[in-house]
């Protein structure tokens, strides 16, 4: 996937760009303000100087401390200890003997007013610290809610692309960056740095000096190492590297507090940005297979019947032409035989895959299928030695026949089709062993015998549609769909098809299917009852 295009010039009215709205700590002070003060330390003084004799020092100097308090709570910190200055002055020059002087005579008189000066100092620190705290409070609630505002607008938009555009528009205007840029595992690299993030999972950091240093990790933040020009970041997800974020300042990579915070939570979302374009990338092709699947299913369909209306043909034709005693015939005969399996193979195959095969679930002992079976294979197997054993599996040892619930007529066909195959690849002087027994909530059928059995590497592919064994004849067997229909059809019932080598050579393939009992026969332990009431 290329790496994604630069967003137009065009700039999101919805997303902040200014990290700190909210004014500062120091605002600086108007000098309006500051003679409405001082008007009102003069104004306070000469009220209480017209009133001076009712008046004694404590409460002149609650009364100042009253006006310290209210200037340090309307004002700055500065404007505080001004006014504790100012109203410290004014209590010794009028209310201090000797009046209308900055001499104090009486030592206690230093002492009220140094107690005074202090208690304001001590006001104005302690609400500026309150003050101060509230307000950061304030900020950080704000820079959280612009944060959460942002990644919502950031990912909600419409493409995955879109929002790691996005991502890079806020972070290259917000920190003032020369280059900002989120590579995706596909996209064409331009710096080295960014490879060694993406393969070696850790930060990287490029000084201004051209020398390159690798972080200890992959956190999102830009680490105390002096005059960075920028830095690659593996985007991480779930120990997954999704992409790599690089950032360059040319002036240095230097960010504030705040402006840290802004740059790890963006690349939070530049990381799930750059996995929900991975998502999507994989959704869309396993969209695409899926497609592709179902085509070929259909074409599988459509062919395969198109097919048989001329094998019936043949097949007919043929057989009207060895009447009259060609023996040609008898071999076009065969051969649309065989032609006709295996189309019919086909179609079933795609049913299958397309879960159009219907079933009709009967309760049936295992020895009507076994019986089954042996007639309807008797024609290949030619009179070969089949051993067959039947086990009740009775708890008490008596003698009980084992029950199953499945599809006769596909269950026959997969028993079959592991006969043909003990058969057709397995020495003809050797027997085959046909067995089955009760385990559980299982019918267990087993088909045994001595051939080569198959290579353990290629055991599960030998389910996979149209596998031959490497090396195999053409001529031998059919087109390697057998086996794949087969387990398909045990698994439609609830059951499974496996193949194990047997210890002393050959193979053993175990077909098992839900096991059934019969109305009114004790339940084991462990045992389902499905199928008691069919
Ligand atoms: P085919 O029509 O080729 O027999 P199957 O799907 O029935 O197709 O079998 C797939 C392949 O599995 C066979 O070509 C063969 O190589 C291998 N196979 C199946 N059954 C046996 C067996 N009893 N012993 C050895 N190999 C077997």
Redesign the pocket.
Known sequence: MPTPQRMPAQRNPAIPYSLFPIPSLFPIPSPLSWLAWITATAALTAAMWSVRVHLDEAHVALTYLLLVLVGSVRGSRARGVALAFLSFLCFNFFFLPPHYTLLVRDARDWMVLFTFLAVAGVATHLIHRARTEAEEARRRAAEVNRLASLGAETLSVGRAEEALHAVEHVLRATLRLDACRIYLPDAEPDAEAVVIAAEQGVGVVERVDGTRRLLPDAEPRIPHVPEIAALSLPLRVRERTVGVLRIARADGLELDAGEQRFFTALSYYAALGAERVRLAAEAERAEALREADRLKDAVIASVSHDLRTPLTTIKALAHDIAAEGDGRAADIEDEADRLNRFVADLLDLSRLNADAVELRPEVTPAEDLIGAALQRASGTLQGRDVRVSVDGGSADGGDTMPLGRFDFVHSLRVLV??LE??H???PPGTPIELSASRDGDRLVFRVA?R????PPAEAEH??APF???RG?QPDV????????I?RRLAEAQGGSLHYAPRPDG??V?TFSLPAADLPGEPVEPGVSQEGTNA
């Open positions: 089709n592991l195959n003990a057709k690849y397995s015998d051939g080569p059995g198959i030998a389910f596998y031959r064994a195999a067997g059919g087109a390697g769909l057998g086996l794949s087969a050959g193979s393939f």
